[in-house]
């Protein structure tokens, strides 16, 4: 499975990017997928998650109400919207995919996911 993440850029706070993360090789819909993040000297920490077929979803309470994931199956993509944008925000977000084929469950820690994209950055000025 090859995951490639889009969309990063530098924007100002209050602004918004959209993140995309398009997915190959495998059959897109038996994946759940995540979005992590990573900032300089942190380790790095779960953003939100979807089930494979975009009916469940799940948030890290720092970006819940201002980020939103979904899917779309028949485009094998993954986005994150991100809105409302804080300068702590700022980091090198990563698509990651998990194996989950009819399976109703969230993940929301980085070693439950086998695949990973390169990562975009993400920049938001104050």
């Known amino acids: 499975v090859q995951l490639q993440a889009s969309g990063g850029g530098l924007v100002e706070a209050g602004g918004s990017l959209r993140l995309s993360c398009v997915v190959s090789?495998?059959?897109?819909?038996?994946?759940?997928m995540g979005w992590f993040r990573q900032a300089p000297g942190k380790e790095r920490e779960f953003v939100a998650t979807?089930?494979?077929?975009?009916?469940?979803?799940l948030y890290a309470d720092s970006v819940k109400g201002r980020f939103t994931i979904s899917r779309d199956n028949a485009e094998n993509r993954v986005y994150l919207q991100m809105n409302s944008l804080k300068p702590e925000d700022t980091a090198v977000y990563y698509c990651?995919?998990?194996?989950?084929?009819?399976?109703?469950?969230?993940?929301?820690?980085?070693?439950?996911?086998?695949?990973w994209g390169q990562g975009t950055q993400v920049t938001v000025s104050s």
């Open positions: 990651a995919a998990r194996f989950a084929y009819r399976i109703i469950q969230l993940w929301s820690a980085g070693n439950q996911y086998q695949y």
């Open positions: 090789g495998r059959t897109f819909s038996n994946y759940a």
């Open positions: 979807i089930t494979w077929s975009g009916g469940g979803t």
